[in-house]
């Protein structure tokens, strides 16, 4: 259960030709893809894990090429599935999968768990979640699998050679500040300071991946998390957005970016790239037409006020078409907007991705320079 997305992009500093062993490929295998995050991007491990943050159920998965629910809180496919798309590779399966050995191990891996956030405490009512800095742990060991499999030297290579995306953020508000009124970190801090603590905790993340070997990293922060379904159905007059969390978004992007840009002159380097989902999502909410949408209020699955009372389940109204929908359930985006949001990733102008988008930084790490 999270909220939306503004997204950041890590991704890979040095291409160069993958070597096994002895002999090097005559041509480069895919990049390795890694997925760190909550349920935007989550693409099975939270089955694993006795939770209430589970999406594997009817009728999640109704447009899954399989047509079954496979943890992924989407009608079909999620974010990091149409990025390997456009990377030419298998989707990097769930970090719990026991499929995930051998040449598996060369595709990457996907960490994430839906409900984390920045913060330990968020999400802690959904019980058993993989947090951020556990994420971060099982990633080590990954590396250790893959270097029993390839040899450290290899190993390597496909960490550093890999696109990262991490998404993260919109949980701590929706999932822990706002979840209830006085709750522990709304007494703590007002939000003018809760979000540069947010930042202050996320750098520490983004820095601890960028040790541990990531060299081009996708990091989202948030889109308009007061637009989403759910907030709607809890919070809108007349359809309005719910001000506090716009407010809070209005926060919490521009800050992110500022932070990015300045751990990238830290380090010297392009590592962090801010990919602007609030912008995307914007768009969708105030010109869906545009998108080909007839609603960007309105969930495909759910109950009560814009479909966005309680879970997608068995029991939910289902609309038809989920083309023509921005939103799956009360806060996930359809496969069809997931695919609008990762070609502005990977093709947008630097109103949507910067300072460029994954394209230009795939070619360019293809090209060594």
Not at 229 to 245: K, Q, T, V
Not at 256 to 261: A, D, H, I, K, T
């Amino acid at each position: 259960m999270d909220a939306a997305l503004l997204v950041t992009v890590l991704v890979p500093a040095v291409a160069a030709l993958l070597v096994l062993g002895s002999g090097a490929a005559s041509a480069s295998p895919p990049r390795a893809f890694f997925v760190f995050g909550d349920s935007l991007v989550d693409n099975g491990n939270n089955n694993y894990l006795m939770t209430t943050a589970r999406a594997d159920a009817p009728p999640y998965g109704i447009d899954f090429p399989t047509h079954l629910p496979t943890g992924r809180f989407s009608n079909g496919l999620n974010i990091p599935d149409i990025i390997s798309e456009h990377l030419g590779s298998q989707p990097a399966l769930p970090y719990l999968s026991p499929d995930l050995r051998g040449d598996q191990l060369l595709v990457g891996a996907n960490f994430a768990s839906a409900g984390v956030g920045i913060l330990n405490d968020t999400g802690i009512q959904f019980v058993n979640i993989i947090g951020i800095g556990q994420q971060l742990h099982n990633f080590q060991d990954y590396q250790q699998r893959l270097a029993a499999f390839v040899g450290d030297d290899a190993a390597r290579q496909v960490v550093s050679n890999a696109l990262v995306l991490i998404t993260l953020g919109g949980n701590d508000f929706v999932n822990n500040y706002y979840l209830v009124p006085f709750s522990f970190r709304s007494r703590q801090f007002a939000i003018q300071d809760y979000v540069p603590y947010l930042i202050s905790e996320y750098r520490k993340i983004l820095t601890r991946l960028y040790e541990l070997g990531a060299r081009r990293v996708v990091v989202t922060g948030t889109g308009m998390i007061g637009c989403v379904p759910a907030e709607l159905a809890m919070h809108s007059i007349d359809g309005e957005c719910a001000r506090d969390l716009t407010e809070a978004a209005d926060l919490f992007n521009p800050q992110l970016v500022q932070m990015l840009s300045d751990l990238n002159a830290a380090i010297g380097g392009d590592v962090f790239i801010a990919a602007n989902t609030n912008r995307l999502s914007f768009d969708f909410m105030f010109n869906p037409q545009d998108y080909g949408f007839v609603t960007a209020k309105v969930a495909c699955c759910g109950q009560g006020p814009y479909n966005g009372i309680g879970l997608c389940t068995p029991a939910s109204n289902v609309c038809p078409n989920r083309d023509v929908y921005a939103y799956w359930d009360a806060f996930h985006p359809t496969e069809r907007a997931n695919r609008i949001i990762v070609a502005q990733f990977m093709h947008g102008s630097t109103d949507h991705i910067s300072p460029m988008n994954i394209s230009t930084i795939l070619a360019m790490d293809n090209r060594g320079d």
